[in-house]
């Protein structure tokens, strides 16, 4: 009749399946009122060591990450999108499990005679659009069926690539990229504001299956900074009318 507090470990067969757990509350056939709380379910994964973020300027801290569901521990790639047009069904991605990293999403690459690297495209929203000379931090898990070094772009909404801030040399074994970089928009760029990065897949015209997960981008913010108070607001009001309009 006392609150009590139970933990209890164990094992699930490897070919069973578990979604819930369940309480069989009627075994004694006696009315009664059972109370919960702090109810906590957590599954035993192999160490997957996190990337040391690089300490933030004096004055400054890092955001969160602006990318949404970056490990697709949900089952959502809703932030990482196909290039929306010229496609023509020569991209396709899905998340699949991964025996060492869990959920991850897979990207399918096909080998295309074409010029435009935009036939295939990786595109990644953020939440939060990163500023000219504003810093940022990137990491992320990746591999791909076969060795290959992928061009990386700067997007603000369907604008043009504004520059290639650093390549990404893809293996066929997991590997973490991790950076710290500043934001610095191409020469005559009339937007000087991010808020997509992308993978340009088709760069060496072959087949490939790509895999990435973890990925997180955050920027340096002030100590002080909230989305609601005035250094936020002045900070940003040159360009609000553009990611208004």
Same mark, same amino acid.
């Given at each position: ?20 757990l369940t309480f069989h509350l009627n075994v ?39 990318? %949404?569901? @970056? ?5 959502? +790639? ?8 010229? *496609? #023509? ?65 700067i997007h603000y909404n369907k604008e043009e ?24 928009? %191409?020469? @005559? ?5 991010? +808020? ?8 060496? *015209? #072959?087949?490939v299956t790509y895999y990435i997960t973890n ?31």
């Open positions: 009749t006392t609150w009590q507090s139970k933990v209890w470990t164990g094992t699930i067969d490897k070919d069973e399946t578990v979604n819930r004694y056939d006696n009315a009664a009122t059972y109370r919960f709380k702090d109810i906590v379910i957590r599954k035993q994964v192999d160490a997957d060591p996190v990337p040391t973020e690089p300490t933030p300027d004096a004055g400054y801290k890092w955001s969160r990450t602006l990318v %949404k569901n @970056g490990n697709f521990t949900y089952g959502d +790639n809703s932030a990482f999108i196909l290039n929306p047009s010229n *496609n #023509e069904n020569n991209i396709s991605s899905s998340i699949v499990s991964d025996a060492e990293k869990g959920n991850v999403l897979q990207v399918i690459s096909k080998a295309k005679e074409a010029t435009g690297q935009w036939l295939s495209q990786l595109r990644i929203k953020l939440d939060d659009v990163i500023y000219e000379g504003e810093n940022y931090y990137i990491s992320f898990d990746y591999k791909a069926s076969k060795e290959i070094t992928v061009p990386t772009g690539t504004r520059y290639n801030p650093f390549p990404v040399e893809f293996k066929t074994g997991w590997n973490r990229f991790s950076g710290k970089y500043t934001f610095n928009a %191409k020469d @005559g760029a009339p937007e000087k504001l991010m +808020n997509m990065f992308l993978f340009q897949l088709n760069a060496g *015209n #072959e087949a990925f997180v981008v955050k920027k340096m913010i002030p100590d002080d900074e909230k989305p609601d108070n005035i250094a936020y607001l002045l900070r940003r009001s040159p360009y609000l009318f553009k990611e208004i309009f």
